[in-house]
């Protein structure tokens, strides 16, 4: 599986962003797709997720800001991030999960920055 990451910028505090992540090669096999964040001297954290029937989780951080949604058709994730903080300000991956396998899959990671 391999995963294409895009969308990520720099921009104002209360600013949108949308970010999209296209999945190839055995997708069947994922049932989970996701994003994370990693910022400066911080662990990698999860941001939001969105399973295979379209049930997802989000970070509490984010919840009623970001939407995660995928279009199965195309094989994309995407996230869009609405009212944007300086703390938002990190590295996003990709992710995508296999139960069955028991494996993780990573994008290469876009860089967030918010700032005035």
């Known amino acids: 599986v391999q995963l294409q990451a895009s969308g990520g910028g720099l921009v104002q505090p209360g600013g949108s962003l949308t970010l999209s992540c296209a999945a190839s090669?055995?997708?069947?096999?994922?049932?989970?797709m996701g994003w994370y964040r990693q910022a400066p001297g911080k662990q990698r954290e999860l941001v939001a997720a969105?399973?295979?029937?379209?049930?997802?989780n989000y970070a509490d951080s984010v919840k009623g800001r970001f939407t995660i949604s995928r279009d199965n058709a195309k094989n994309t994730v995407y996230l869009q991030m609405n009212s944007l903080k300086p703390e938002d300000t990190a590295v996003y991956y990709c992710?995508?999960?296999?139960?069955?396998?028991?494996?993780?899959?990573w994008g290469q990671g876009t860089q967030v920055t918010v700032s005035s």
């Open positions: 090669g055995i997708i069947f096999r994922i049932n989970v």
């Open positions: 969105i399973s295979r029937n379209s049930n997802t």
């Open positions: 992710n995508a999960h296999s139960s069955l396998d028991m494996v993780d899959y």
